[in-house]
C-alpha cells in the first residue's frame, strides 16, 4: 500500500511539473491509471490513494474487475482494441472508449447506444507512426472516419488518442505527440460540432512529453503498479 501510494505520488508530482514546464494548469490532465493485469483488491487500494480513472485494454478481463469496485465513483475507460462482438458489453461497462479506429465497429456501438437510450463517449484512434502492429487509423484517413462517426446520433467524439512507438527515448516520440495535436486542431476546424477537447497520449515512459505537448489524459500503468507479468503484455 505505502509503495503503491508513493508510486502515485510521484506519478502526480511528475504530471505536475510538466504542466506547470508548458504553461498548462496540472487539473487539465487527467491520470487514466491503466489496470490491465492489476487485480482488483490494488486497484481498489489506488482509488483509495484518489485514483479514479482507470483503463482497461480487454473487455473480459474488465467485466469481470469491474462490478466489486466502486461504480461510478471510478471512470472505466477502454483503451485497446474493440471486437465488435464485444462492443455491446463495452457500451455497457465503459465511460470512454479511447479506441474507435473503424467506422464499422462505430456502427456496431452507434446500434448499442441506441438501443440503451444513451449517448456513448468516443476518442478516435490514430495511428501517427503509421506502424503496421499498431490500431488506429492512418492520419489521412481519419477526416472520414470523423465525417462517419459525426453521422452517428448516439457516438459523441470528445478526441484522439495514440499510441505512441516504444522508445528508449521519450524525447524520439514527442513529433507523434505533436501530430497528433496538430491533427486535432484541423479536425477542430473542420468539424465544430464535436468537442475535440481530449488528446490521450503518453505512457509511463513519455507522459511528460506528451503533456509537454498538450496531452490531456495520460495512460499509465507501470509507473503506478509496477512491471506486469509478462504474459499480460
Ligand atoms: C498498457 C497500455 C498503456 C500503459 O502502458 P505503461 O507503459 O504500463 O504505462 C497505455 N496505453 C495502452 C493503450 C496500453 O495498452
Given at each position: 500500500?505505502?509503495?503503491?501510494?508513493a508510486?502515485?505520488?510521484q506519478?502526480?508530482?511528475?504530471?505536475?511539473?510538466?504542466?506547470?514546464?508548458?504553461?498548462?494548469?496540472?487539473?487539465?490532465?487527467?491520470?487514466?491509471?491503466?489496470?490491465?493485469?492489476?487485480?482488483?483488491e490494488?486497484?481498489?487500494?489506488?482509488?483509495?490513494?484518489?485514483?479514479?480513472?482507470?483503463?482497461?485494454?480487454?473487455?473480459?478481463?474488465?467485466?469481470?474487475?469491474?462490478?466489486?469496485?466502486?461504480?461510478?465513483?471510478?471512470?472505466?475507460?477502454?483503451?485497446?482494441?474493440?471486437?465488435?462482438?464485444?462492443?455491446?458489453?463495452?457500451?455497457?461497462?465503459?465511460?470512454?472508449?479511447?479506441?474507435?479506429?473503424?467506422?464499422?465497429?462505430?456502427?456496431?456501438?452507434?446500434?448499442?447506444?441506441?438501443?440503451?437510450?444513451?449517448?456513448?463517449?468516443?476518442?478516435?484512434?490514430?495511428?501517427?507512426?503509421?506502424?503496421a502492429?499498431?490500431?488506429?487509423?492512418?492520419?489521412?484517413?481519419?477526416?472520414?472516419?470523423?465525417?462517419?462517426?459525426?453521422?452517428?446520433?448516439?457516438?459523441?467524439?470528445?478526441?484522439?488518442?495514440?499510441?505512441?512507438?516504444?522508445?528508449?527515448?521519450?524525447?524520439?516520440?514527442?513529433?507523434?505527440?505533436?501530430?497528433?495535436?496538430?491533427?486535432?486542431?484541423?479536425?477542430?476546424?473542420?468539424?465544430?460540432?464535436?468537442?475535440?477537447?481530449?488528446?490521450?497520449?503518453?505512457?509511463?515512459?513519455?507522459?511528460?512529453?506528451?503533456?509537454?505537448?498538450?496531452?490531456?489524459?495520460?495512460?499509465?500503468?507501470?509507473?503506478?503498479?509496477?512491471?506486469?507479468?509478462?504474459?499480460?503484455?
Amino acid at each position: 500500500m505505502n509503495e503503491l501510494r508513493a508510486c502515485i505520488r510521484q506519478v502526480r508530482a511528475r504530471v505536475e511539473e510538466a504542466a506547470v514546464r508548458s504553461g498548462r494548469s496540472p487539473d487539465e490532465v487527467t491520470v487514466v491509471a491503466v489496470s490491465k493485469t492489476v487485480p482488483a483488491e490494488q486497484i481498489a487500494l489506488a482509488y483509495e490513494c484518489g485514483l479514479l480513472v482507470f483503463g482497461e485494454n480487454r473487455v473480459q478481463e474488465a467485466r469481470a474487475k469491474i462490478p466489486v469496485l466502486p461504480y461510478p465513483a471510478i471512470r472505466w475507460h477502454l483503451i485497446g482494441h474493440l471486437q465488435t462482438n464485444k462492443a455491446a458489453r463495452a457500451v455497457e461497462l465503459f465511460h470512454l472508449i479511447q479506441s474507435v479506429d473503424s467506422v464499422h465497429l462505430a456502427g456496431v456501438l452507434e446500434e448499442s447506444a441506441a438501443g440503451r437510450g444513451q449517448a456513448v463517449p468516443v476518442l478516435l484512434q490514430v495511428n501517427v507512426a503509421g506502424e503496421a502492429s499498431k490500431a488506429g487509423v492512418s492520419a489521412d484517413e481519419l477526416p472520414a472516419l470523423a465525417e462517419r462517426v459525426l453521422a452517428l446520433p448516439h457516438m459523441q467524439i470528445k478526441g484522439l488518442m495514440t499510441i505512441a512507438p516504444l522508445t528508449a527515448q521519450p524525447e524520439e516520440v514527442r513529433p507523434i505527440f505533436r501530430r497528433l495535436r496538430e491533427l486535432r486542431d484541423s479536425m477542430r476546424e473542420r468539424f465544430e460540432q464535436a468537442g475535440w477537447s481530449e488528446l490521450s497520449m503518453g505512457m509511463s515512459s513519455d507522459f511528460f512529453v506528451a503533456i509537454e505537448e498538450g496531452a490531456t489524459m495520460v495512460r499509465i500503468g507501470r509507473a503506478i503498479f509496477g512491471e506486469r507479468p509478462t504474459s499480460g503484455q
